[in-house]
């Protein structure tokens, strides 16, 4: 079994679309500002630097950072935080809701009222979302589809399966970057408030 990503990881994974958008209007600042804190090797900077559109940098500083794994990812996090960054890119100040150190030191535990607002935002393709994301058995889900006859309550019970199942992987930014991919993939603005810190 492939071992879990770090949380570092999976928050800019996951943040990764909306970040792309805000941070290409100053490709080059970001890059500037990455590289002066080591964030990149030598071939990865030259190879950011050849890129010639803005996104096209910034969607690959992030996959750069993310293969060097949580340190980088953690780096980046810090930095996207700082004045210099927060002033160029107003849009960023999403950044400060998020506590770096919390999620460095594993996430917190998805709670229920949580599930069941993800449950409320997940229609018909509930079930392909149980299975391919969360990995859900058919004879498990077919289970709970027979004991529960109300879909939101049959969506929070497979959610809640899952996180008993995960036990202490069962975070929110977890959660958050499961649906967050492949084609079920839910709506940024719908399970964002997974990655909020309480």
């Known amino acids: 079994m492939a071992e879990e990503p770090a949380a570092e990881i999976q928050l800019l994974r996951s943040l990764k679309v909306k970040l792309i958008e805000i941070l290409s ?17 030598v ?14 940098k910034v969607t690959d500083l992030l996959d750069l950072i993310i293969q060097r794994g949580p340190e ?3 780096g980046l996090l810090k930095l996207l935080n700082e004045h210099a960054l927060q002033e160029t890119f107003p849009m960023l100040c999403f950044i400060k809701d998020l506590d770096i150190n919390t999620v460095s030191s594993g996430s917190c ?11 409320r935002t997940i229609g018909r393709s509930w079930r392909e979302i149980g299975r391919l994301a969360l990995e859900i058995s058919t004879v498990k889900m077919e289970q709970i589809e027979e004991d529960n006859s109300i879909h939101v309550e049959r969506v929070f019970a497979m959610l809640r399966y899952w996180s008993t199942c995960q036990r202490e992987k069962a ?10 991919q492949g084609d079920w993939a839910l709506p940024p603005e719908s399970i964002d408030f997974l990655l909020e810190i309480k």
């Open 109 to 119: 535990l998805v709670q229920e009222k949580q599930l069941m607002t993800v449950a």
């Open 171 to 180: 975070t929110a930014a977890n959660l958050h970057s499961l649906l967050s």
């Open 25 to 41: 209007a100053d490709a080059d600042f970001v890059l500037q500002h990455a590289d002066s804190r080591c964030l990149l090797s």
């Open 72 to 74: 980088a990812a953690r």
């Open 43 to 56: 071939h990865g900077y030259q190879q950011v630097k050849a890129c010639r559109f803005p996104s096209e």
